[in-house]
């Protein structure tokens, strides 16, 4: 297999002038993947921040009708299909993502370049007619201009569709920055941006760390910015951005988010949504239900089946390139010690873990789906987000103890509720504090419903009309009749 390690900015593949580059390791089994990925310093972002100005205030794309952008955006979309197995092999063998997940969430990308290609030439206004005041009134959306995207690394291709798609959409050009971490399949997109035929500027993808980051969320040429990735990342994306230039910011944080399981529930639909759905990507998933909350007249039952499919789970750990492998490796030794020092902690509390806590092979960064039983709500495995397939069990007596339980965090990204009653369900949706809410179901994404979180879960959103809204200025015109 071969691998773009250079910055694509102007529809060109260019080293970085900072000189600077780093290594991407498998970790399945801890092998080199490619050394010498670029990354982007200070140079770098200016010169794409330029190509993305150039291209947005003169170039060709500034002249394009919607419909022009639209008919781009399908083409790249046809071309991302074409080149699935390649791009989810690249992102596989990065960040250790089963390949059948990993052609997922490159799928999941071209469907939201087609949904945001369909919103291009509908972009309304609004016009008010004059009334006494003989004043004709217009309000219009336009772009903003350059934006920039920071993703995580857990669903690269996601965030590809959810960002650039509707900017570009709405008539933005953008810089696109994927975590030092799976880096490969983003840059493989540049050739496809060009056979698509993007002008040069339109779209450019640069490669780093925090500190690429960190340039974008300060450049002062860029009016956008949308996050993906932790509380503590966020914090200072958003503070880059106010110090700087004000600039537009959007984040979508982390979680810990809550299941409700009531006693009137499907017990065999609840039980899969909260093993196989908890642990899709080995539970290094932001909206993740990892905390789950099963009324005490079922707990017993309940738990049971959970450890049980848990143990079967355990047998599935594998190569991520396996086509039957359902649990690949955490994405790297950093996240392996964090998850494997949480669970650690744990056996210093006493903490009744039921099921697995240990590392899954002797190579690679497995760990084994772990189940801890009726945590104290004191204790970090109960009240951090761990990012790993670790899943704690607590029980209640009443609705309004499961919703108390639930909204009781600094959170607020997902949530789900297992009830055969659609008026409770909808009752306990209401209140629950959380952006998105699935009822007998794991909430999945769709590209026409908002996707994001309240409290420290973030704010803005991305998909649906609303992740439009996001990249469009609004302006209000007065005309004396």
């Known amino acids: 297999m071969s691998y773009q390690t250079k910055l694509f900015i102007n529809n060109e593949f260019v080293s970085?002038?900072?000189?600077?580059s780093f290594d991407i390791y498998n970790p399945a089994d801890e092998s080199l993947v490619v050394k010498g990925v670029q990354a982007a310093g200070p140079e770098d972002v200016?010169?794409?921040?330029?190509?993305?100005?150039?291209a947005f205030k003169t170039g060709p794309w500034s002249t394009y009708s919607a419909s022009k952008r639209a008919e781009l955006m399908l083409k790249l979309a046809d071309l991302i299909?074409?080149?699935?197995?390649?791009?989810?092999?690249?992102?596989?063998?990065?960040?250790?993502?089963?390949?059948?997940l990993a052609r997922m969430g490159v799928s999941a990308a071209s469907a939201f370049f087609r949904y945001y290609a369909g919103y291009a030439d509908k972009?309304?206004?609004?016009?008010?007619?004059?009334d006494q005041d003989g004043v004709y009134k217009i309000v219009q959306y336009g772009p903003l201009g350059v934006c920039a995207g920071i993703a995580a690394w857990n669903f690269t291709f996601v965030y590809v569709g959810w960002k650039i798609a509707p900017a570009i959409a709405a008539g933005n050009t953008f810089i696109f920055k994927s975590?030092?971490?799976?880096?490969l399949g983003v840059l493989a997109l540049g050739e496809l941006v060009v056979e698509a035929g993007f002008p040069p500027g339109v779209i450019n993808f640069v490669s780093g760390g925090g500190s690429t980051g960190q340039l974008l969320a300060s450049h002062m040429k860029i009016a956008k910015i949308a996050f993906t990735g932790s509380v503590l990342v966020g914090r200072k994306v958003q503070e880059a951005a106010t110090k700087?230039?004000?600039?537009?910011?959007?984040?979508?944080?982390?979680?810990?988010?809550a299941s409700l399981i009531f006693e009137d529930a499907d017990l065999e639909n609840a039980l899969?949504?909260?093993?196989?759905?908890?642990?899709?990507?080995?539970?290094?998933?932001?909206a993740a239900l990892s905390r789950v909350f099963v009324q005490e007249t079922i707990a017993p039952a309940f738990i049971e089946g959970l450890k049980t499919r848990f143990q079967t789970f355990a047998h599935t750990l594998g190569d991520p390139l396996d086509q039957k492998t359902f649990l690949g490796p955490l994405v790297d030794r950093a996240q392996f010690d964090r998850v494997m020092g949480f669970i650690a902690e744990g056996r210093k509390e006493n903490l009744n873990i039921a099921v697995g806590g240990n590392r899954g092979r002797d190579k690679g960064f497995f760990v084994e789906p772990t189940l801890i039983v009726d945590p104290p709500l004191s204790s970090k495995l109960y009240t951090d987000e761990i990012f790993g397939p670790v899943l704690v069990v607590k029980t209640f007596k009443t609705e309004e103890e499961a919703v108390?339980?639930?909204?009781?965090?600094?959170?607020?990204?997902?949530a789900a509720v297992y009830t055969k009653d659609i008026a409770r369900a909808l009752r306990v949706s209401k209140k629950l504090e959380s952006g998105v809410v699935g009822i007998n179901m794991v909430y999945q994404i769709y590209p026409q419903l908002p996707f994001g979180g309240v409290k420290q879960s973030g704010y803005g959103r991305e998909s649906g009309e609303e992740g439009l809204r996001e990249y469009l200025e609004m302006k209000s015109i007065a005309i004396k009749m």
């Open 16 to 20: 970085s002038k900072s000189g600077e």
């Open 46 to 54: 200016d010169a794409a921040v330029d190509a993305a100005t150039a």
């Open 81 to 100: 299909d074409a080149n699935t197995e390649r791009l989810a092999q690249l992102e596989s063998v990065a960040m250790g993502q089963p390949i059948f």
């Open 179 to 183: 975590s030092e971490k799976s880096p």
């Open 404 to 414: 108390e339980l639930a909204n009781d965090t600094s959170y607020g990204l997902g």
């Open 272 to 286: 899969t949504a909260n093993s196989q759905s908890f642990l899709i990507n080995s539970g290094q998933v932001c």
């Open 123 to 130: 972009i309304p206004g609004q016009v008010f007619p004059e």
């Open 244 to 257: 700087s230039n004000l600039k537009r910011v959007s984040l979508e944080l982390g979680g810990k988010s």
